[in-house]
């Protein structure tokens, strides 16, 4: 099996001021400025970029964004193009998260456009991928997280060696009740295939899946421990720098 350093990602969603965003990031980067076992991204909300970006800007911590818009300039009132971000020299983009398709009626027409965008601006998406609660109960999780990577990634190939999955099943995100080891197992081998399918053997096992929902210091090792789990996709936990870097480190 082909070696994928793990990589864990802190979206820290609609949270944090300038001052607290600064000291989260000051108080992450004193304990992470070195450690290069794991790929580590903060992903803080736009106005926190640029001064998260400075504070990490001499570590092997990298920054990443919470959405973007696909088009690089326009009229476009109240979004932000990929250039924006690399300006900011974000590296990745979080793309397709749940709450932006249900609340925001994000369509996996309109992620698949921003997923281009993105790899053609040089960001590594993260594109984010689940079923509800109700599409497990009934059975359709597989189908569900098959037609939104089949969707998503349309049109792409071989540009797929950098981009980053994160499976995050609705029922999980934010609700402390966390896939069991063997079910994100199950669902990323599941996409794992559906990757195999688009991109081929050589591409999908060099594709890092990140797991996502109530992922806790006291859950994650055993989490990150299964076969296909190449880090995770941290909300909550990752608002308070202890909680964060005991992730972190748990994936090292
Ligand atoms: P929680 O870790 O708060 O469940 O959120 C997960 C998530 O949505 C990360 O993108």
Redesign the pocket.
């Known amino acids: 099996m082909k070696f994928r350093k793990k990589i864990v990602?802190g979206?820290w969603?609609m949270n944090k001021t300038l001052a607290d965003a600064e000291n989260l990031a000051s108080a992450i980067k004193l304990d992470l400025a070195e450690y290069r076992e794991v790929d580590v991204v903060l992903c803080p909300p736009f106005t926190a970029l640029k001064t998260v970006g400075e504070i990490i800007s001499d570590t092997h911590i990298k920054l990443g964004a919470q959405n973007m818009h696909w088009e690089s300039s326009g009229a476009f009132t109240g979004e932000i193009s990929p250039s924006m971000l690399r300006d900011l020299f974000c590296r990745y983009v979080?793309l397709g998260?749940?709450?932006r398709r249900s609340i925001f009626g994000e369509t996996d027409t309109m992620i698949n456009r921003k997923v281009k965008a993105a790899l053609a601006a040089n960001l590594t998406p993260i594109l984010?991928v689940g079923e509800t609660l109700d599409q497990r109960d009934s059975g359709k999780a597989g189908e569900v997280v098959r037609h939104q990577l089949i969707a998503g990634l349309e049109g792409l190939k071989d540009e797929l060696k950098n981009i980053v999955i994160?499976y995050?099943p609705v029922w999980?995100?934010?609700?402390?009740r966390?896939a069991t080891p063997e079910q994100a197992q199950d669902m990323h081998a599941h996409v794992r295939r559906i990757l195999c399918e688009i991109a081929g053997e050589e591409t999908a096992s060099a594709i890092r899946i990140q797991y996502?929902?109530?992922?806790?210091p006291s859950n994650a090792a055993e989490i990150f421990r299964q076969p296909d789990v190449d880090g995770g996709?941290?909300?909550?936990?990752?608002l308070e720098a202890r909680s964060f870097v005991e992730i972190v480190r748990a994936a090292g």
């Open positions: 990602a979206n969603k979080i998260h749940s709450e984010c994160a995050e999980a995100i934010g609700t402390g966390t996502g929902g109530s992922v806790k996709l941290i909300g909550g936990a990752s």
